[in-house]
T-cell receptor, first 120, second 112 residues
């Protein structure tokens, strides 16, 4: 099955530093990847849609200058949390859709294992 | 995207069959119904997807009535390891972004 690798799985950083999270589709190409954030005991909240070769689309209320997204290839998207603060501490999850599937209407997405970010 | 409604939580015992129902009254013609499972501190995992009638795979079955306004995920003979949050999502994926909007999900607790 399709595998999405997310790295790192866990990161602790000091307030004011930047953290980069990588999301890779290992055995398929993904022109579109998605970034979610999940707070404890809550559901996943879509932050942005990452498009290969173009600018990401951010959901309302998500600061694009704070959460930088780069989708430089068909298998890699990165999310950089810039100048992180304690309120950015959360569980970040990426997903990718296999655009090689003929029927995109089925829209099965494959998720990474998530990254636990703790900002001190 | 169609809004979904699921029970917040369910309890079961090992070996029982568990049925989780999801309501999606405003489902569109092109929408598929997809279920995901999420364990704590992990990303969601695809379980099953269907459009109408019944779909079965090695993990679960999905029952969809003719009007498609609801669907039922059936987990046969659950074990402790099936304790997780289950999300029902409805969408066509053919939109400009194909993003998924997650509802609150159903927290299933399986007891020995």
């Amino acid at each position: 099955g399709a595998v999405v690798s997310q790295h790192p799985s866990w990161v602790i950083c000091k307030s004011g530093t930047s953290v980069k999270i990588e999301c890779r589709s290992l055995d398929f190409q993904a022109t579109t990847m998605f970034w979610y954030r999940q707070f404890p005991k809550q559901s996943l909240m879509l932050m942005a849609t990452s498009n290969e070769g173009s600018k990401a689309t951010y959901e309302q209320g998500v600061e694009k200058d704070k959460f930088l997204i780069n989708h430089a290839s068909l298998t890699l998207s990165t999310l950089t949390v810039t100048s992180a603060h304690p309120e950015d501490s959360s569980f970040y999850i990426c997903s990718a859709r296999d655009t090689g599937v003929p029927n995109l209407a089925k829209n099965i997405q494959y998720f990474g294992a998530g990254t636990r970010l703790s900002v001190l | 995207l169609a809004k979904t409604t699921q029970p917040i939580s369910m309890d079961s015992y090992e070996g029982q069959e568990v049925n989780i129902t999801c309501s999606h009254n405003n489902i569109a013609t092109n929408d598929y119904i997809t279920w995901y499972q999420q364990f704590p501190s992990q990303g969601p995992r695809f379980i099953i997807q269907g459009y109408k009638t019944k779909v079965t795979n090695e993990v679960a079955s999905l029952f969809i009535p003719a009007d498609r306004k609801s669907s039922t995920l059936s987990l046969p003979r659950v074990s402790l390891s099936d304790t997780a949050v289950y999300y029902c999502l409805v969408g066509d994926g053919g939109g400009s972004q194909g993003n998924l909007i997650f509802g609150k999900g159903t927290k299933l607790s399986v007891k020995p």
